[in-house]
């Protein structure tokens, strides 16, 4: 088992920037990916950015591409979120997940942390 605790989330105004944080502990030898997913209020929760444990390749869901970047610090145990130019719409709670890769090369989100809300404000 993984446990995930997200920081830094709070409110900052439209085109602002903020960094969430996700620490993990536990069996972190058993993770492949670390990733980042929202949820807004009244819609389903959807993906951001995902990256390998191991570092190197990253992914980012194309409503972010060039705003957001996913980091981590393995000597930390920590997975980092970057959002600049935030917009309104990128309002959420935002969660930090990890997973592992299937024998079908997909990847399974096992672990997730408790969220942090972000609020972007005109």
């Known amino acids: 088992q993984v446990q995930l605790v997200e920081s830094g989330g709070g409110s900052v105004q439209a085109g602002g920037s903020l960094r969430i944080t996700c620490v993990a502990s536990?069996?972190?030898?058993?993770?492949?990916?670390m990733g980042w997913f929202r949820q807004a209020p009244g819609k389903e929760r959807e993906f951001v950015a995902h990256?390998?444990?191991?570092?190197?390749?990253?992914y980012h869901a194309e409503s972010v591409r060039g705003r957001f970047t996913i980091s981590r610090d393995n000597a930390k145990n920590s997975v980092y979120l970057q959002m600049n130019s935030l917009k309104l719409e990128d309002t959420a709670v935002y969660y930090c997940?990890?997973?592992?890769?299937?024998?079908?090369?997909?990847?399974?989100?096992?672990?997730w942390g408790q969220g942090t809300q972000v609020t972007v404000s005109s």
């Open positions: 997940a990890a997973g592992q890769l299937t024998s079908a090369a997909n990847i399974v989100w096992n672990n």
């Open positions: 536990g069996r972190t030898s058993s993770v492949y990916a």
């Open positions: 990256m390998k444990w191991s570092g190197g390749s990253s």
